[in-house]
């Protein structure tokens, strides 16, 4: 079946302007998490949701990030008055209800000028 | 919160040879251990995944193994080939993963 799919996959950005990231998750995935993947690094963990609710949100740099997920399916990331550090691999991953592993997206780059 | 390091950060190995990859993590609680490839610009791909109540798992020529004891689990790659060449990412954690800083893995024809 269909994988997760991420959009844009690369979005270039003047610092100020505010982004929107797009995740579809697969098909009847609960869990849906968001990662930030910097220039030769892991992922890192942005926040997490259970369906349409966003039971973690611990990893998120600062109030200029925010995730929604209003119907429990499609999610998207916010990143308001970007900044130049913003610039990363934005990666979206969804898990089973039945386990643990988490099936990541293509991921979307995001470049700050 | 979770800590994980991982080693080597490269790693080149001739074609046939094994290769060992090995982390530690710092979280008692932590209780699922994936492992992910990831090829230049593409997305982190499982290949593999073990949790706390198991010590070793296998999938053809990929082996996990973990000590709970010591706090470290390891990869092994037996008779590898060329398309095993990429970054591989240890992690750790329950719903939430810590992820290992990689290990650009170079196999040599």
């Known amino acids: 079946g269909a994988g997760v799919s991420q959009s844009p996959r690369y979005k270039v950005a003047k610092r100020g302007q505010d982004v929107a990231l797009r995740c579809d998750p697969i098909s009847g995935h609960v869990s849906l998490f968001w990662y930030q993947q910097a220039l030769g690094q892991g992922p890192e963990f942005l926040t997490y949701f259970q369906n349409e609710a966003q039971l973690d949100k611990s990893g998120l740099p600062s109030d200029r990030f925010f995730a929604e997920r209003p119907e429990g399916s499609v999610s998207t990331l916010k990143i308001q008055r970007t900044q130049q550090e913003d610039s990363a691999v934005y990666l979206c991953a969804s898990s089973p209800p039945w386990g643990d592993e988490q099936y990541f997206g293509p991921g979307t780059r995001l470049t700050v000028l | 919160g979770e800590n994980v390091e991982q080693h080597p950060s490269t790693l080149s190995v001739q074609e046939g040879d094994s290769a060992v990859i090995k982390c530690t993590y710092s979280d008692s609680a932590s209780n699922y251990f994936p492992w992910y490839k990831q090829e230049l610009g593409k997305r982190p791909q499982l290949i593999i995944d073990?949790?706390?109540?198991?010590g070793e798992k296998k999938d053809q020529r990929i082996a996990v193994t973990l000590n709970k004891t010591a706090k470290h689990f390891s990869l092994h790659i037996t008779e590898t080939q060329p398309e095993d060449s990429a970054v591989y990412f240890c992690a750790a954690g329950d719903y939430k993963l810590s992820f290992g800083a990689g290990t650009t893995v170079t196999v040599r024809a």
């Open positions: 073990i949790r706390s109540n198991v």
